[in-house]
């Protein structure tokens, strides 16, 4: 009973403490969850990371030397976007104009228990998100002839996960784990398409239904709620993931775990459709569903090797399957005047990620880390939005463990991802040729207590 409480405290604990979102540097992912995993470059599939482990690989949680662990965390993140408009040359910077937009939040809590043989695991992690805010007033909200629509071009997603997680020692060498996800996301979501974007999708096929609109030089779609956790579309479903470590000698541990592709419904909520027209905006509203947006699944192989006892490195790779969940962003808007389905190209390709990892016991009570990551480029130019920036894909970390107490420990990591520009020149998801920029820095506090 005592742990049935404990892990509907810790879940309700997360969902609470959440007042932002985390935007993701792996596409929608972060780069490792919890701050030993941060600072080391985002590896966890072969080394004991804490209860943020169970994320990546479940069977690491038998690595821990406790019986029982208590982690609290948070993310804080600072984004540098901008979209460049290169046959103006105007510019739109992301910045904060309403409440549920950056600097971004994400929690980090956990509980884990042995007994015997198995430990198990339950915890609430913000997997990761998406968030930009360009405002009502650049040239993305500027519709075709000139037009200004005045209205908003913005993005939130958040995708939160549950494990519930189980690792067993078959072995002094082997460990197997898995574990049970509930998941839940939620989108906000402004966007203005021009006439232009949306004749090329109507004549691509990508655009039905029967809802007829006026002479329009633009469509704008209002899915957001502004509040601190409100989403215009959210959803419920479960994922899940197994996993294993094998101590090749006493120095070296081998790692593997396969992360299942999401079972998450649709996204449904309130919506407005604005026709932007020359004369003024006409707004219908109505109901819109986001229709099968999944997070993908994911292959990740691990080395961990200690060098001397004071180092050790750790090297993970890691192939994300975002080709067979991003292809198009499918939406369905239903109100009294008609329906409408849209389905906005995206086409990302499979990620591969190569990530490596170094730490130091300086002192039995100072641990340094360091680490950096490399990740392929998943989002393709000529389907590139500007409030879909989600393109950097290299990263350097540092962080430490310092140990304040028997049993009472804190992990800090820092990571910069570095600036990555992209350009899209291409109708249907821009109407000029734009260039986006995106970096971002990213600070992770964890507080952990063992007994």
Do not use: C
């Amino acid at each position: 009973m005592l742990q049935k409480k404990i892990a509907v405290a810790v879940a309700l604990a997360a969902v609470s403490a959440a007042p932002g979102l985390a935007l993701a540097t792996d596409v929608f992912r972060l780069e490792g969850i919890g701050a030993v995993s941060r600072a080391m470059g985002g590896t966890a599939t072969a080394h004991d990371v804490g209860p943020g482990g169970m994320l990546t690989n479940p069977a690491t949680l038998s690595l821990g030397q406790s019986n029982r662990e208590i982690m609290l965390g948070l993310d804080v993140v600072t984004t540098d976007i901008t979209a460049k408009d290169l046959a103006t040359g105007e510019t739109a910077d992301s910045h904060t104009h309403s409440n549920n937009r950056g600097p971004y939040y994400a929690p980090e809590v956990a509980y884990t228990q042995r007994v015997g043989s198995w430990t198990f695991g339950v915890g609430a992690f913000a997997q990761g998100g998406l968030g930009t805010e360009f405002g009502r007033d650049s040239f993305l909200s500027r519709a075709n002839a000139g037009v200004n629509s005045g209205l908003e071009n913005s993005s939130r997603l958040l995708v939160l996960d549950i494990p519930f997680a189980a690792s067993y020692r078959v072995s002094d060498a082997l460990t197997v784990g898995a574990s049970l996800d509930a998941m839940w996301q939620g989108l906000n979501l402004d966007l203005l398409l021009g006439l232009d974007q949306v004749g090329s999708l109507i004549a691509s096929g990508r655009v039905n239904g029967t809802l007829a609109l006026p002479p329009l030089q633009g469509a704008h779609f209002s899915l957001t709620q502004n509040k601190m956790l409100g989403s215009g579309v959210d959803a419920w479903g479960y994922g899940g993931r197994i996993g294993m470590t094998y101590q090749v000698s006493a120095d070296t541990r081998l790692g593997a775990a396969y992360s299942f592709k999401s079972q998450i419904a649709d996204m449904k909520g309130n919506a407005t459709l604005s026709a932007v027209t020359a004369g003024g905006n006409v707004a219908v509203p109505g109901k819109i569903k986001i229709l099968d947006f999944q997070m993908p699944a994911r292959l990740d192989l691990g080395l961990n090797h200690r060098l001397t006892p004071q180092w050790t490195v750790a090297m993970d790779i890691s192939q994300v399957f975002w080709k067979d969940v991003m292809k198009d962003i499918k939406v369905a808007f239903d109100s009294a005047a008609g329906n409408l389905n849209i389905q906005l190209p995206q086409n990302y390709r499979d990620q591969t990620v190569l990530a490596l990892g170094a730490s130091y016991a300086w002192t039995p009570a100072l641990t340094l880390r360091a680490g950096a990551r490399f990740a392929t480029q998943a989002l393709r130019g000529d389907t590139l939005f500007a409030v879909v920036p989600a393109i950097p894909t290299k990263h350097a970390s540092f962080g430490l463990s310092y140990v304040v107490a028997p049993g009472s420990r804190i992990d800090f990591a820092y990571s910069h991802a570095f600036k990555e520009t992209m350009q899209n020149r291409n109708l249907p998801n821009t109407s000029d040729p734009i260039e986006v920029s995106h970096s971002q820095n990213n600070v992770t506090l964890n507080y952990s207590l063992s007994f």
